[in-house]
Every structure is written in C-alpha cells, then in structure tokens.
C-alpha cells in the first residue's frame, strides 16, 4: 500500500520531468522559433535573474496581494451572505432566482462596467476579483447552511442555545467542508481574475509583466512569468487543501 | 406533627401532583388530526412506557412533552404550566443517535455541547465529562468521533449528553429500536439503574411490548388515526428487574398477553 503510494509519486514526477525534456528538445531542435519559445533553461534563467535584479519578486507579491484581498473579501461576504440566506427557507426562495441570473454571468463581461465605475484602480481590481470570486463561496456555504441536519436544531433547541450559539456551534461547522470547497474553488478564481485585472488595468503584478514581455519579445522572461502563475496556483491550493485537513480532521476519522 | 412527618406528608402531596399533565390535547398538522383529546398524567418519579402500532402518534406525544410541539388545543403542563418551549430540565434522548450526535465533536466534546449550554465554567467541564462518560460505560471513549464508535455507544453518548443536563424528566423516543437484542438488554438495565437511582421521571416510547412491560411502572397503549388512550396497564413487578426473573414472571406474561391482544386489535 505504502510502496504503491511512492511508485505512484515517483511515477508523477517522472512523467513531469519528461514534459521539461520534450520542451528542451523542441527547443533545442528549434521546431519553434526561439523568439517565441525559449528552452526551460532559459526560462529558468530568466526566472533567476528575474528575482535577483529584483522587480519579478514584486511583481509576484503584487499579484498575491490582489488574489489574496480579493479572496478574502470574497469569503467574508459569501460566508456572511450564503449564511444568512441558507439559514432560511424564506430567504432562498426570494434571493434563489436572482442568484441563479447573476451566477453564470461572465466575470469578463462586468469588468468594463467596473472600469467605466471605478476607474483603471485597485479599488475596481478587489471589486472585480471579489465579485467573480464570490460565487463558489457562497454557493457552497448556501448549501452547508440548507443541507444542516434537522435533528441538530431539536438538540440545540432542547439544550436552549441562544441563536448565536447555534450557528457557531451547529450550522457552521455542519456547513465547513461545503464552505471550505467553495474557497478552494474560488482560490483558482481569484488568481485568473488577478492576472486579467492587471493585463487590462496595467496594475503592478505577474499579468503586467507577462503582457510587457509577449510585446517586447523577450520569451523567456514571458514564460518565466507563466510558470510563476503556476506555482502560485499550485502552491496556494496545497496550502488550503493543508489547512481544510486541519479543520476536517473529523472527516478522515470517519472513513 | 413532627417536622419529619410533615415533611415526608409534603414529599407525598408533591408526588400525587403530576410532573407532566396532557389536558384533552389536540395536535393537528397539516390537516391531519395526529392526537386527539389525550388525557395523561405522568407522576413524579415514574416510568411510563407508551406503546402502539406505527402512525398512532407516541412520537408526537412525545415531542409535545418537550415542547418541540404545541398542542392545537388543550394543553400540555410542566409542574402545571403549559409546555411552550423545550425545558432545560427535561431532556430528550432521540432514536436517530447517529443524526443527533455532533460528528464533528469527540464524545468528550459532544457531552460538552450540554455543559456550555447550561454554561458550566471550562475548567469544571472535564470531570463532569469524565463523571458521565463513566456513569454510561463509556470510559477511556473521550477522544473517539461518534462516526468510530458502534451503535450501542453512540447510544450510551446521547444519553450521557441528556443527563448533562440534569434533568428531572427523561424522554426517550424509542431509544433502542436501531440496536441488536443483547445491546437493547444491557441498555435497558442501565437505563432502569441511573433513572432509579436519581428517581428521575422517564417516558420511554417503544413499539416493543416487552421492553416496555419491562421498563415500565405503567404502559400506555395508543389507538392510531387519531392518537388516543386504548389501554393503560399498571405494571406491577417487582424491582429492580431481572432480565430473566421479570420475564418470566407470571404477571408479566399476563400483561404482555394483554398487551399483545390490544395491538392485535388495533391493527385491523
């Protein structure tokens, strides 16, 4: 079982290790141009001088910022609003409707109507972000709110919990893998929203240096930028996914 | 008179009072007539078992006690006022112990639910959690998630839960119907000792005759389609029960041959 586990990851890694030797090749044989397709070394090269000269280390903490406070404000008002009308039949049958319009809305197609708002800012960066964000959250937490065991609510309302209680105690752990879910989806969200604020919007972050660098033919530091979007994808889902196991160390000790 | 006298003449007075008096309750919901014109009293102290075919609203008798119901008309009392609100004094053991237990809690921390609730200070909580898991038979269980353990415990949790309530009065709602028979046999003997013990009043419903003939200081059997009293039975046995002298006691076999007879009946 163990050892099938290693050979799995080492098979992982193999494959990925195969990926890099079939875009060196490719590089290397020039099936590609090299103004448009440098090799991984010299990706990598890019990538390392990019953050020793300094401006890909604050490019990159620029686009965390902007998928970090929009994901945050983004859980706080989906939490917060997906409660809210989850906890009450009442509530879902008039919001419902609504929602299920706004939902499958492309984020793209309000971003003009946040710039001609907002302006070319920060302020409509978090908007957008959030607002596309928003969604997986609270749909998930409007769902971990309706899906709460009714049984639950007797016990809480035989031991006479206050109101607060309840929801802290009951609905919103009963409710924490859904909502943790939908953050994790979001997560993803947020990072490609980031990028497209910042290549339309010409905010400091990753999307700017990667648009600068496809319009000044410099292949290597554009792909050293994608592959930064990556592993920030990559590393920040780990790093939820780590904190959901946390939190839902119960779950595991039920299977 | 003495003050002993007195006071044991005050205890007496007390016990005749009954703790929860159904008044010509009525429930109706949706349309349906579920109880109809139920007149019960159940004393201080006492274990009333009620019994019937399914569909004839033991359950909603029940939950009208709690007061997770409100009676359509009549009333439901407590100490002789109307039941309107679950009581912190009166705890309710459901059937569906796997619903009814938090899964994201540990036992320790699913008996802490109740403390919190009846705000117990935190340091006081681990030793009345240690105290109840033990009373239950479920020591050394504290950091075991319901989903880890069988049936039976979870069961032994819920009531450990309730009875960090503290409560006078214990409502069971066919506690033991999702367990096997020598589980429900263990359970039923605990159960006798710690509401015994603490005279605490118990209505257990069941739709297992013997079990209640079993339990019971008297058993109520209802008539479905509208719920109401078709048999009531004192059960005189002697105590503590036995699982095998009680059954075999001549009285119980007269009752349980009673009992039988009147369920026979209702089902046509």
Redesign the interface.
Known sequence: MKRAAILWRVASVLVAGSFIAAWQLVADLRLVSPVFLPGPDRAWAALVRGFSSGDLAGKLIGTLEHMAYGWFAASIAGIGLGALIGSSKMMRAYVAPSLEFLRPLPVSAIIPVAIAMLGLTQGMALFVIAFGAIWPIMLATIHGFAAV?P??Y??A?????SRA?IIA??AL??A?PDILAGMRLSLTVALILSVVCEILAGLDGLGHWVLLSARAFRSADLFAGVILLGATGYLTSIAVSLVEQRL?A?QA??R | MSVVARLIEARAARRQKPLIAFNAATLRLGGKTIIENLDLQVRPGEFLCIVGASGCGKTTALRLA???YRPTSGAVTFEGEPIT????E???V?Q?YG??L????TAAGNIS??L???RVPARERGARIEALLRKVGLPGHADK?P??MSGGMQQRLQIARCLA?EPTTLLMDEPFGALDAMTRQGLQDEVLSLTQASETTVIFVTHDLDEAIYLGDRVIGLLPHPGRIGIELDVDLPRPRDQLATREHPEFLRLRRQLFDFIKATEH
Do not use: C, H, N
Request: without cysteine; glycine residues 2%.
């Open positions: 065991e049984r639950l007797e016990v309302r035989s031991l006479q919990m209680a105690k009951i752990p009963s924490l839902l119960w000790a039920a | 709690a007061g997770l609100e679950p009581r912190r009166v705890a309710i459901f569906d619903k009814a938090l899964p994201w809690r639910l109740a919190e609730a009846s998630y989903t880890e309530q």
